[in-house]
């Protein structure tokens, strides 16, 4: 559900990891920001700027956990039930 207003600090760098996969567009509707990727954009940079963390864009926010869902990975099991 998207924010009915801009989101600020961590709020919004939670809701723009939340929807990072799924693009620019997506993430700043999503919190609030409608259709300015620009405004949206710098106000980002900023939140992540007053934790610490430098970022470029938007895919920075991605973390390998959430790669590693989406691609898969390698599954490890037993080759049977019995052979645990």
Do not use: R, W
């Not at 723009?16 to 300015?36: P, S």
Request: aromatic letters at 2%; charged letters at 20%.
């Amino acid at each position: 559900m998207a924010s009915s207003k801009h989101l600020h600090g961590i709020e919004l760098v939670d809701c723009a990891k939340a929807n990072a996969k799924q693009g620019l567009a997506v993430a700043t509707h999503l919190c609030g920001y409608g259709e300015d990727t620009a405004a949206f954009q710098q106000e980002l940079k900023q939140a992540c700027q007053q934790m610490g963390v430098e970022i470029s864009d938007l895919t920075d926010l991605i973390t390998e956990q959430q790669t590693m869902v989406q691609t898969g990975g390698v599954e490890i099991s037993p080759e049977t039930p019995s052979e645990l």
